[in-house]
């Protein structure tokens, strides 16, 4: 099943990569939350395929389809994490496919295809680059980067964002603000990041995302300091690279 979810995962990232943008439209009238041709052409290949391997598993997708359950199997899937870059042609996007069962991520995968990078982890069995074992940073986080999303999608957060930003910028070795959410969440896991985090997410930003960056030996909070529980619903999020990074962090923002 999971050599099987990561071959659809690679075959979708090679579409991203060849794309040629025809057509871009906003999301609910929102010049910020912009999709192409290609976010829904890959959604579609992903509910297809992904279900001919699990053909009893509900579909959670950013796009369109919203057929989700949370009692057995379900998958959750971002078809292109990253679309502004996508579009502007910065070349840091990623397709995010989850799997859960009974609400929680048993396997995860992420592919950039731009770097031919493939992340991926099952429940238990630790997390992996390529083919190779990833772990989070032992770098205490004031010399680390905290890498950070903006929430753009939600106007009432960005006061607040970039009030954290600057706390983040003081307690760290620098700041970044990459524009892929899933991107960021990887970046945790091997190491790049000793923080991520973003006042609101959805499902297809960290269902799989978190499943890495805890098999490969880091933490995933909400920022009222709580564990994940409901993968179905928007949230915040910290994502540290082990208890002692999430607690400075969390005691540099109070």
């Known amino acids: 099943m999971l050599k099987q979810i990561k071959d659809v995962v690679r075959k979708c990232g090679g579409i991203i990569k ?3 943008i025809n057509h871009i439209e906003s999301k609910n009238d929102d010049m910020r939350n912009l999709v192409t041709e290609y976010d829904g052409k890959i959604e579609k290949i992903l509910k297809q395929e992904l279900l001919d391997i699990v053909p009893e598993a509900g579909f959670l997708g950013e796009e369109q389809e919203k057929n989700f359950k949370d009692k057995g199997y379900c998958f959750i899937c971002d078809p292109i994490d990253g679309t502004t870059n996508f579009i502007k042609g910065l070349k840091h ?6 799997l859960l069962y009974d609400g929680q991520p048993i396997i995860g995968v992420i592919y ?6 493939m992340f991926w982890a099952e429940k238990g069995k630790g997390a992996f680059l390529n083919e190779n ?19 753009p ?29 899933v991107l960021d ?49 928007s949230s915040s999020i910290i994502a540290a690279a082990s208890q002692e990074h999430l607690d400075y962090f969390i005691r540099k923002i109070s």
Do not use: C
């Open 18 to 20: 060849d794309a040629h």
């Open 93 to 98: 996007s990623a397709v995010s496919v989850a």
């Open 112 to 117: 950039d295809p731009y770097l031919d990078e």
């Open 133 to 151: 074992v990833i772990h989070t940073t032992n770098i205490p986080l004031q010399n680390s980067l905290i890498v950070f999303g903006t929430s």
């Open 153 to 181: 999608y939600n106007k009432s957060l960005h006061g607040k964002t970039w009030n954290l930003a600057e706390k983040s910028f003081n307690m760290a070795l620098d700041v970044r603000r990459n524009g892929a959410a």
């Open 185 to 233: 969440l990887t970046g945790v896991a091997v190491g790049r990041f000793g923080v991520y985090w973003e006042l609101e997410t959805l499902p297809w930003d960290y269902a799989a995302g978190s499943l890495i960056v805890t098999e490969a030996g880091g933490e995933i909070r909400n920022f009222n300091n709580q564990k994940f529980e409901n993968y179905f619903q």
